[in-house]
């Protein structure tokens, strides 16, 4: 049994803020939500699957070498929306612009430089976004949601 595993960004204070008043004005409006804590929101890179701890040290290396080859990332807020359809979202979330093309590179390089450790590649493009809360199983969207 491995370690769920993924590599992630965290988040400037001032967007962790600003997330934290967005879920919390919209509780109430916006039922069968489970929310996510705004310090435990971040900006997932590459999702690693279930990794044993030796192999999760060993990649360390390889992660220090490809941040090397990056300059910090500018990013902003910009828009919401979920995921699923109307009538059964799964997950409601923030977007984001700015650098985003070049994390979309760095993604793509660290997954190369890990899969060799046994991280699987993502073929999909990689669309930054933070997830703000899932949907209770069995909850309907509305109007509310868009």
């Known amino acids: 049994m491995g370690i769920r595993s993924f590599l992630a960004f965290e988040l400037p204070p001032e967007i962790r803020d600003i997330l934290d ?5 919209n509780r109430a409006s916006l039922g069968g939500i489970r929310w996510i804590p705004a310090g435990n929101i971040h900006l997932t890179v590459v999702f690693m699957g279930s990794m044993d701890e030796d192999r999760l040290k060993a990649l360390g290396g390889s992660v220090i070498e490809a941040c090397k080859d990056y300059a910090p990332f500018r990013i902003r807020l ?3 929306g979920y995921f699923g359809r109307r009538s059964s979202p799964r ?4 977007g984001l612009e700015g650098d985003t093309e070049r994390m979309s590179r760095f993604r793509d390089d660290l997954q190369v430089r890990l899969v060799p450790f046994g991280a699987r590649k993502e ?11 899932r949907f209770k199983k069995g909850e309907r969207g509305d109007r509310r949601v868009e």
């Open 21 to 25: 008043r967005l879920s919390e004005g």
């Open 123 to 133: 073929d999909r493009p990689f669309r930054p976004h933070l997830t703000l809360g």
């Open 91 to 94: 997950v409601i979330w923030a």
């Open 78 to 80: 910009s828009g919401a």
